[in-house]
C-alpha cells in the first residue's frame, strides 16, 4: 500500500470512533435531562439557535437532550433545512450545562477523537497539496462515502466541546459582535486561486474573473482587498477562581455548544453572568481609507476594489 494508501485507510475507523464517543456523549446528556436531580442549564436563545433548535427537532425546555443532539449531529444535509443550505454553516446552541465527572470525561474522549479525525484528514490533504483543490476534496469525500458518511460535517466534527472540568468560582460571559475583517490582497494571489477553483478553465463565471483581473490598470494592484465576514456573534466565555492573591481569568473560548461545567454536588452551575439573549446593536463606522465597491470584484474570493475618497 501507497503512503497515501495508508493515509487514506487511517481515516473511516477513527471517524466511526468520532460517531461511537459522540453517542456516548449524546446518550449521557439524556440520561441527565431525565434524571430527577436538578441538573442547571443556562442556553442562550439569539435567532440562530432558535433556527438550530428547530433543524435538530429539540427544544429548549429540554436543554440536555438538545444538546445531545447538537453532539451526535456530525452530518449536513439530511434535509435541506439541516444548515440552511450552506454545507459550511455550523448548528450552535450557546449556553452552559452543569454536568457532572462522568459526563466530563466522555466529553474529553470525544474531543480527543475529534482531533485525531481531524489530524488524519489533515494529513491526507497534505499529501495531495500538488493536486487542485476540488480533487481534494473529491477524493476525500469518497473516502468518506465508503465509509458511511457521505455528509460528513467537516466542521462539526472538528469542533471541540469547551470545558469547565475545574468547577470554577465563577464564569464570565460575554457576546463578541459580528466583525468583518479586511485584508490586502495581491494580483498574484487572486490568479492562482481563481486556477484553483477551476483547474481546467470549464467554469465561465471564474474565467471572467481572470479577465477581469488581467484587465485592471496597474494602479489598482494595490487596492484589491478581501473582505471575510462573521455574520454571527459569539458567546465568549472565561473562568474566574478566587485565591488569596485575586481573582484569575482564564479563557475557555467561544461557546459554538454547551460548555459542560462541573456542577457542585447539588448539580448546580457556578455564579455567572447573564446576558441577553442577542447581543445589542452596534455600528462601527467605516475607515476612511477603506471604502469599497459595493459590488465585489471577484465574487468567488470575496475581493472588492477600494475607491478613493
Not at 130 to 146: F, K, S, T, V, W
Request: hydrophobic share 40%; net charge positive; proline share 7%.
Amino acid at each position: 500500500m501507497t503512503e497515501q494508501g495508508k493515509l487514506a485507510a487511517a481515516i473511516p475507523p477513527l471517524l466511526e470512533r468520532l460517531h461511537d464517543s459522540a453517542g456516548a456523549l449524546r446518550q449521557s446528556l439524556e440520561t441527565l435531562q431525565e434524571s430527577p436531580g436538578p441538573w442547571q442549564a443556562y442556553l442562550l436563545q439569539p435567532r440562530f439557535a432558535v433556527d438550530a433548535a428547530e433543524r435538530l427537532g429539540g427544544s429548549f425546555e429540554r436543554p440536555y437532550a438538545l444538546a445531545g443532539a447538537l453532539v451526535a449531529r456530525l452530518d449536513y444535509a439530511e434535509s435541506p433545512l439541516d444548515t440552511g443550505g450552506d454545507a459550511r454553516a455550523t448548528l450552535q446552541l450557546p449556553g452552559l450545562l452543569s454536568a457532572p465527572a462522568g459526563t466530563i470525561d466522555l466529553a474529553r474522549q470525544l474531543n480527543e477523537d475529534k482531533a485525531a479525525f481531524a489530524d488524519a484528514v489533515a494529513a491526507f490533504k497534505k499529501g495531495l497539496s500538488e493536486r487542485p483543490a476540488p480533487e481534494r476534496d473529491r477524493r476525500l469525500r469518497d473516502i468518506l462515502a465508503g465509509a458511511g458518511h457521505p455528509r460528513a460535517h467537516l466542521r462539526q466534527c472538528y469542533r471541540q466541546v469547551l470545558l469547565c472540568a475545574d468547577t470554577p468560582d465563577a464564569i464570565a460571559l460575554s457576546w463578541i459582535k459580528a466583525r468583518k475583517s479586511i485584508r490586502k490582497v495581491t494580483v498574484a494571489w487572486c490568479e492562482k486561486k481563481l486556477v484553483q477553483l477551476d483547474p481546467q478553465g470549464e467554469d465561465a463565471g471564474i474565467q471572467y474573473q481572470r479577465q477581469l483581473l488581467a484587465g485592471l490598470h496597474r494602479n489598482q494592484h494595490d487596492d484589491l482587498r478581501q473582505v471575510q465576514v462573521q455574520s454571527r456573534p459569539n458567546l465568549q466565555v472565561a473562568e474566574i477562581f478566587r485565591e488569596s492573591d485575586g481573582e484569575h481569568y482564564r479563557q475557555v473560548g467561544y461557546a459554538a455548544m454547551p460548555v459542560l461545567v462541573r456542577g457542585d454536588n447539588r448539580g448546580q452551575l457556578p455564579e455567572f453572568t447573564r446576558v441577553d439573549h442577542e447581543p445589542g446593536l452596534h455600528r462601527r463606522r467605516q475607515r476612511r481609507d477603506l471604502a469599497l465597491a459595493s459590488e465585489p470584484l471577484l465574487p468567488a474570493l470575496r475581493v472588492f476594489l477600494r475607491e478613493p475618497r
